[in-house]
């Protein structure tokens, strides 16, 4: 358990802060006095003689579902492998590395991360504060299992305990007490030699540990004046808060051959003034112990594996959210490299079989979880949490003194919160056989083009054009700012004549900054095409253009986010964060790797608004007769809107993008993401800038292509243009777009790259075509040579052969292998050069 350490604030600012706008926001549609759900007695159906203390309560073709009646634990037995998992490690009281509340939270099913009103979190799970008070309840459902808990107990927490005593009251009160109490308040107590206090230790005081410690303040008469006093001493504001309760529940129901866990949203009750921040089901459901072999599967990116045991506890453990930040959330400051997770599911890899965890509902609220043995236990485990109530801080400054409070979401989250564990067998052990299992899901539950992709004769040649940006120039010294064409229309249409020339095929255009002010394009409630690339007759003259060399066409929109504020009234257009101010993305600073504050932001447009802006756009070209569109952030981008008067929580604004680009789809338009979320995956053809590896964090072993094994034969992709990538050599892009399935991808302008200097968009640092032409011209022929054959085609195996070199093996048979070492290695009698390839299979 991990506890934040928030700001105190002095209570004269807690005061002005409740008589002004800044005040805490309360949860309204909490109710006080809510109590745990009448049970029932459990029916046992069957019982299997290695769960002796478990009833079994359902079973379908695939699995039986057992429950235990003492601590809620749940087992399943997937008939065909004989294989049981557990929700709770069975032989978890051998643990030697977990101790304390470590030690007991592996036998909870459910954690709750609440805050107080100071801001500051604490956990309680379903173990130490539900099963120990005898204070958790079954009711059968069908198919299936409701077991439900109720956290907290009529003793006090420990926020009711001293937040710190000095050494002269330390003593004084432990001299009071008898071995016992002073024995409690050493494990209740950390000592800080520097400040010459004692801090309390929340990580410490649970269940038995702090019953010791109430009783030991109790038995010396310590009072709330006592409390009080102390924290005068030390200039921080506590009061006593007394008893509370929390409610939740978890459904279990089995599927076919599939365990459904089911959080529903009414069941997580909590008092208003002590808000749930995050709840978490089944940390430990199939963990794997220390003598066990296999990886932890976990979407980050591309997809990556956490070998078991891999010794990395001085590494951070793994957590990342579903779909990125929630930028609404995200602070000024942050920059960040890292990859995001696009589709939200998470698995184990066991020697004989292996599970893949679906997010069924509640996904954009989501964070997955992942961590090895020997941190703070003897097991691997990989798990969901979900955010109920968000909380940020609004600075107050008086007298020069600078104090934060927290500010809570009005609401809680709108959705139950829902996983699907789904059982493989020893032949789908493997990272190959999730993704299998997921795109059958995806096809099953039609979240996947259910038509393969066209046989064409070629790979795609992805190709991103710049129309124009803004640009400050001068007129008699007096600065003003122009739009600048980077690429007219007829420019474009030089570029394609030069490629056409060199055989470059299947050309799929994209091309931004066309209308409504270039790149800083105004929000499309109507459309006008820039004038400086060509204009309204430039656009249907060039459509005209590519209908005739048989180019895919797909000019972009952004509608998510409003670039420019001309015509965009940020103040009742524009998300608001918790602060209640308009939310503002502002550009990274490639050099410091953080947002850049003096840079102009663009403002996150009101979920509630996207719908209406996207039919706005389609109706304002529909007479261009366009067949494609490519959805710059619409696929990519979710955030909340924390607008007092309309709150709109992530994941009613996820449905929203739905039903957004759903309205593309209806019109028959062929759609290419920027990047592509799971939720945008039914509607999306192609997909360029798709994540092409893992983040690198250390805990992580391997970067694989999973996110390509699930699409490749129903959506095509690419990843980040070459010439603004990370690649240092063109050898190793190459090996990349073998291994993964994808496209070569550049972006280009046609005029110089000094246009771009000291503009909002000097991260378009080399993008002029003439510089990259030669080159974009000979990496699309080695690659097509090879994805050419395979066009269409699945990618359905990969293997890791040694140190950097891998093989890919496509649903036709063909199969390349790649060596990215820069020495030659030998495979199987086979030698691959450096950084070099061969290709094989039955079609060769």
């Known amino acids: ?284 459901f199939g963990a794997a112990g220390l003598d066990e072999e296999g990886s932890i599967f976990i979407p980050d990116g591309s997809g990556a594996l956490i070998h078991f045991n891999n010794g990395k506890v001085n590494y951070p453990a793994y957590k990342q959210d579903v779909f990125g930040v929630d930028q609404t959330m995200e602070t000024t400051n942050t920059g960040t490299d890292e990859q995001n997770i696009r589709i939200p599911i998470f698995g184990m890899i066991y020697e004989e079989a292996a599970f893949l965890g679906v997010i069924e509902e509640g996904a954009a609220a989501a964070t997955i979880n992942a961590d090895i043995s020997g941190r703070l236990n003897s097991y691997n485990y990989v798990y969901p949490s979900f955010y109920v109530v968000n909380k940020d801080e609004v600075i107050l400054d008086a007298n020069g003194q600078r104090r934060s409070l927290p500010k809570f979401q009005r609401e809680k989250m709108s959705s139950d919160f829902v996983i699907r564990y789904q059982f493989l067998p020893s032949e789908q052990a493997s990272y190959q056989g999730l993704a299998q299992a997921y795109q059958s899901y995806l096809l099953e539950h039609n979240q996947l083009l259910s038509t393969t992709i066209q046989n064409e004769e070629n790979s795609p040649f992805y190709l991103d054009l710049v129309g124009g940006i803004t640009r400050q120039k001068y007129l008699l010294g007096v600065p003003y700012n122009a739009l600048e064409p980077l690429t007219t229309f007829e420019q474009a249409e030089e570029i394609l004549d030069t490629l056409e020339n060199k055989s470059v095929q299947n050309i799929k255009l994209n091309l931004s900054g066309w209308f409504n002010g270039g790149l800083d394009q105004k929000i499309p409630k109507n459309v006008k095409v820039d004038k400086v690339i060509g204009g309204s007759k430039g656009l249907k003259d060039f459509i005209q253009y590519i209908d005739e060399k048989n180019v895919e066409f797909y000019p972009g929109v952004s509608l998510t986010q409003a670039h420019s504020t001309k015509g965009f009234d940020k103040k009742n257009k524009a998300a608001r964060n918790l602060r209640e101010v308009p939310a503002a993305v502002y550009p990274r600073d490639l050099a410091l790797d953080q947002r850049d504050v003096d840079k102009k932001p663009s403002y996150l447009v009101k979920p509630d608004l996207v719908k209406e802006y996207t039919s706005s756009f389609l109706d304002e070209v529909e007479s261009y007769a366009l067949q494609g569109i490519a959805l710059e952030d619409l696929t990519n981008l979710v955030h909340s809107d924390f607008n007092k008067k309309r709150n709109i929580d992530r994941i009613e604004s996820e449905q929203i993008l739905v039903e957004s680009i759903s309205l593309l789809k209806d019109l028959d338009y062929k759609i290419m993401a920027n990047d592509a979320n799971a939720y945008a995956l039914p509607f999306v ?25 699930v699409l490749r034969g129903y959506v095509d992709y690419t990843g980040t243009p070459y010439n603004l990538s990370p690649y240092t050599s063109e050898r190793q892009y190459v090996l990349k777009c073998l291994e993964y399935g994808a496209g070569v991808h550049f972006k280009w302008i046609y005029n110089p790259n000094y246009l771009l200097k000291e503009t909002e968009h000097n991260n378009l640092f080399a993008v002029n075509y003439e510089l990259w032409l030669d080159q974009s011209i000979e990496l699309y022929h080695e690659v097509n040579q090879f994805l050419r054959k395979v066009q269409g085609a699945g990618l359905v195996k990969h293997e890791k052969l040694a140190d950097n070199v891998y093989q890919s093996t496509y649903s036709n048979g063909l199969y390349v292998i790649v060596n990215y070492n820069a020495t030659e290695v030998k495979i199987d009698g086979k030698t691959i050069m450096p950084e070099g390839y061969i290709i094989g299979g039955d079609q060769i």
């Open 685 to 709: 053809s192609l997909i360029k800038n798709a994540p092409m590896s893992n983040s690198g964090f250390k805990i992580e072993d391997e970067s694989i292509p999973f996110y390509q094994m």
């Open 1 to 284: 358990m991990r506890i934040k350490k928030w700001t105190v604030v002095i209570g004269i600012l807690i005061i002005m802060a409740g008589c002004s706008s800044t005040s805490i926001t309360t949860i309204d549609s909490q109710q006080e006095g809510f109590e745990l759900s009448e049970g029932e007695p459990i029916s046992s159906l069957f019982q299997e003689k290695t769960l002796p203390n478990m009833k079994g309560v359902a079973e379908s073709d695939s699995l039986r579902l057992f429950v235990g009646e003492e601590t809620g634990d749940v087992a399943v037995v997937d008939k065909s492998t004989g294989k049981t998992y557990y929700t709770n490690p069975p032989e978890r009281t051998l643990d030697t590395i977990a101790s304390g509340i470590n030690a007991e939270v592996l036998s909870a099913q459910l954690s709750l991360d609440y805050y107080n009103q100071y801001g500051q979190l604490s956990t309680i799970n379903s173990y130490t504060d539900s099963v120990a008070y005898e204070q958790i309840s079954f009711q059968n459902i069908e198919k299936g299992i409701r077991i439900n808990y109720q956290f907290g107990n009529d003793k006090n927490p420990a926020e009711d305990l001293p937040m710190m005593l000095s050494y002269e009251r330390y003593k004084e009160i432990t001299n009071q007490m008898d071995k016992t109490g002073q024995r409690a308040l050493m494990i209740g107590y950390k000592e800080d030699k520097e400040k010459q206090v004692y801090i309390r230790n929340d990580d410490a005081l649970k269940g038995l540990q702090l019953d010791r410690a109430l009783q030991a303040f109790e038995s010396i008469g310590y009072s709330k004046e006592d409390l009080l006093k102390d924290a005068e001493e030390h200039n921080i504001t506590q009061e006593q808060t007394g008893t509370r309760a929390f409610l939740a529940s978890i459904e279990y129901v089995l599927d076919q051959d599939s365990l459904v866990v089911r959080i529903p949203s009414d069941s997580i009750q909590f008092p208003e003034n002590y808000p749930v921040n995050k709840i978490t089901p089944l940390s430990f």
